[in-house]
C-alpha cells in the first residue's frame, strides 16, 4: 500500500536545510532530538525545526547510530586523518566525545556494523573480525568467534543472556551463543534460507527474527523458535523485498526496513508501505521509533511517518 496524506512528512533538500538525501541510520536521544546519520555530512541532530552538526566529526558512513539506556549516544564512522581515514567509535555523554580506536578496546578493527544493549546494561558490538565486542560500565571485553576472520553484520541478545550473531559466510549465517558454546547455522545444515543475515531482533516471547539480505533471489524473514522455523518471502506473504537491513518493534508491530519500503509485520500478516512509486525508489536504510511515530532514513530524505 501506499502512504498517503498527513501521516507522512518527508525532509529533504527541497524541503528542509538538511545538507544531504542520503542518510544511514537514526536514533532518538532521551530529549526527542534525532540523530541521523549521513553518508558526508557528519552527524545531524534534528530538534524538529534545524540540524546540529559536530565540526569536529570529520569523515563518512556515520553508522550505526545508538542510544543505551543510561542516555550516551554511540556512532561509529570513517574519521578522516592526515593519512586517509581509520575507522572510530565514539561515545556522547551530554557535554563531550569520547573517541574509542582499536587499539584502546582490543580488536584488531573497530569497524562496527551493529550495536544493542542486554538486559543487564552490556552493550553488544558487532563488526569487529574475529571477535564480539561488549562493554559495561567502562570495562570493555572481546568474546572470540569461532573463525578470526568472522566478521558479524548484526547483533542481538535475548533477556536470558542468548546471542545471536549475523553473517554473510559461505559456511555460515548465522551465530547463537548460549551456555558459553557457540551454535552455527547455514543454508547447507539448518532451516536458515540463505547465508547472509543483516537484521536480527528477538521477540517478547524469546522467538529470534532473522531478516536476510537477500536481493533478486531468495531471502525475507524467518521466525525462528527452538526448532520450528517459519519463513516469510514474496511469494508466500506482502514482503515488498527480499533484503531486510533493520527490524524495529513498537509496543505491537514490527517494522523492517527493506530496500523497497517499509515492511509491517504483526506476528502473522506482512504489510508493505510505499512512499514513492518507480523502482528502486523506497530504499529504507533505518528505522527508529517514538511513541508510536516511525522516523525513517533512506536514500531520498528523512520521513515522519504515523502508522
Request: net charge negative.
Amino acid at each position: 500500500m501506499f502512504g498517503f496524506g498527513q501521516e507522512i512528512t518527508l525532509y529533504d533538500k527541497n524541503t528542509s536545510s538538511i545538507p544531504e538525501d542520503l542518510l544511514l541510520s537514526i536514533a532518538i536521544d532521551g530529549q526527542g532530538n534525532k540523530w541521523i546519520g549521513s553518508s558526508q555530512s557528519g552527524v545531524l541532530v534534528f530538534d524538529g525545526k534545524s540540524y546540529t552538526t559536530f565540526p569536529e566529526m570529520k569523515g563518512d558512513f556515520f553508522t550505526p547510530i545508538f542510544k543505551d539506556s543510561k542516555g550516551n549516544m554511540w556512532v561509529s564512522f570513517s574519521a578522516l586523518v592526515e593519512v586517509g581515514s581509520v575507522d572510530v567509535l565514539v561515545r556522547y555523554d551530554g557535554s563531550r566525545w569520547w573517541w574509542y580506536k582499536a587499539e584502546d578496546i582490543g580488536p584488531y578493527t573497530i569497524s562496527v556494523t551493529d550495536i544493542c544493549e542486554g538486559k543487564d546494561g552490556t552493550l553488544y558490538f558487532a563488526g569487529p573480525e574475529g571477535f564480539l565486542v561488549m562493554v559495561k560500565d567502562n570495562e570493555w571485553e572481546l568474546l572470540e568467534l569461532p573463525e578470526k576472520d568472522m566478521v558479524a553484520l548484526s547483533v542481538a541478545v535475548r533477556d536470558d543472556g542468548v546471542i545471536a550473531l549475523g553473517f554473510g559466510r559461505p559456511d555460515c549465517g548465522l551465530l547463537l551463543y548460549e551456555n558459553g558454546k557457540w551454535e552455527s547455522f547455514s543454508e547447507k545444515d539448518s532451516p536458515l534460507v540463505i547465508n547472509v543475515v543483516r537484521a536480527l531482533k528477538f521477540t517478547k516471547d524469546g522467538a529470534l527474527i532473522v531478516g536476510y539480505g537477500g536481493g533478486f533471489g531468495d531471502g525475507g524473514f524467518s521466525v525462528m523458535k527452538g526448532k520450528k522455523w517459519i519463513h516469510y518471502n514474496k511469494s508466500n506473504s506482502g514482503i515488498s523485498d527480499h533484503m531486510v537491513r533493520d527490524i524495529e518493534f513498537d509496543g505491537k508491530n514490527y517494522w523492517m526496513a527493506t530496500n523497497n519500503g517499509l515492511v509491517k509485520f504483526d506476528g502473522k500478516k506482512v504489510t508493505s508501505v510505499f512512499f514513492r512509486e518507480g523502482m528502486f525508489k523506497n530504499v529504507i536504510n533505518d528505522i527508529a521509533i517514538e511513541d508510536g511515530i516511525l522516523w525513517i532514513t533512506t536514500n531520498f530524505g528523512l520521513i515522519k511517518y504515523i502508522p
